[in-house]
């Protein structure tokens, strides 16, 4: 039994303004060869199962590429052909395959194109017709027809935070070994619920996404179904398959498919409107945060997300925190590497004035570049690198690149050189700040941070901000979704 095994994500916001080229993937993560292997194996990942899988059975492996990028705008072309072009060359030189099993995000948009993965598997069945193709798939992957149409197993994420990608892997892995012994004939029926869904209402700890879950796994315990899994999608792209939709794979029944699949979308539809965000003005919700009389309080930027595309240097929020002087405040993330350097130069200690954050400007959204000019002291440096022992990614070494907290106010505010989504407490941790002991930790992110930070958390403040990963669909020109679709209809 030879299997190749390879990983692309990417979750493409088309809004976004940070560019994505290849050293993208290449400052999180991007191994070939062996150095898949090592890297993840006894991660939290999907090819963490697939590898085990392949070890359980004796099978043969070719790892060709493992990449994942930070969310951000269209892949370059020189990124996306790189990317493809390892596995398919490994296809088209190393085989023949009995199968392949992917780790793939289903929300990549290289540039010029509206869709990554679909056409890279349409291109692998082009390479090796009939081959069975096992993908597992981000729950915030918008799917579509080119994808369906190649795939032989489709399984998606059923926590957000996404806890279980070991799990989704190997639920993937076994039902495609079991195609391969001809024990189960998998075919896929899903649909589109016609909902650009919000990313920030599809924490799986909350309705409407809960109960859709609870729908898919009752869906799994029928005779003759093997997977089904909601993909709530990914809103911040432009594209004509954004939104949330069901895939249900059975054992060679496609009417018993059909029929989970359309009480999966009857679901979806009968809750359309819980998708979405109600917005509060900030001013508000911050004097609300101040009131409170114990913590932590975790306040969430949530319109400047890294895990979305956002920029990460959008200072709105942090602003207004500032301004209502909110004391034992620690932060994560900003994103500028010019402070950072600055920092590095005027060493631990030192006081300086910071032109921070302001680097991206946002014409998608009409938003300047508009930094936050502060006094502060350097309180530490480090070089952002971390193994993460929370519950998400874990033993994945991870890093944000050269990183230094500066203290202002009442504010320790953590500034990273890379893009970096704060889900895990390592990014406070690994340089010295205890988040259980901070009155307030206010983070650029939606719903990934409770995979690290649950644990402190005793309220949450969601604060409406500005930024590309915004939940007010008013600040958001979209041109090419399918027409008809809720809540623009
Ligand atoms: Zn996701």
Redesign the pocket.
Known sequence: MRLLLAMMKH?TNTFSPVPTPLQRFRDWGLHEGDAVVKAYRGTNRPLAAYLELADEIGAEIVTPIAAEGMPSGPVAPEAYSYLTGKILDALATQGPFDAALLDL?G?MVPEGMVDGEGPLLQRMREIAPGLPIGVTF????NMTDAIMENATVVVG?KT?P?VDMYKAGKQCGRIMLRALRGEVRPVISWGQAGILAQ?LR?GSDEEPMQGAIAACVAEESRVGILAASIF?G?PMADIPDAGLSMVVVSDGDKPTGDAARDRLLRYARDTRTDWFHIHQPLEAAVARAKALSDGPVVLLDHADNV??GGTSDVMTVIAEVLRQDLQGVIMAAVWDPVAVQAMQKAGVGATVTLDLGGKSPMPSIGFPAKPLTLTGRVRRLSDGEWTVRGPMYTGSKVTAGPTAVFETGGMQIVVTSLHHEPWDAGIFTHIGIDPAHSRYILLKSRV?YRAGFRPFEQHRITLDGDGVTTSDNTRLSYARLKPGIYPFN
């Open positions: 979750e995000h929300a981000d729950m915030h992957g994420y957000y996404h990313t599809m709530g990914f895990g979305s990934h």
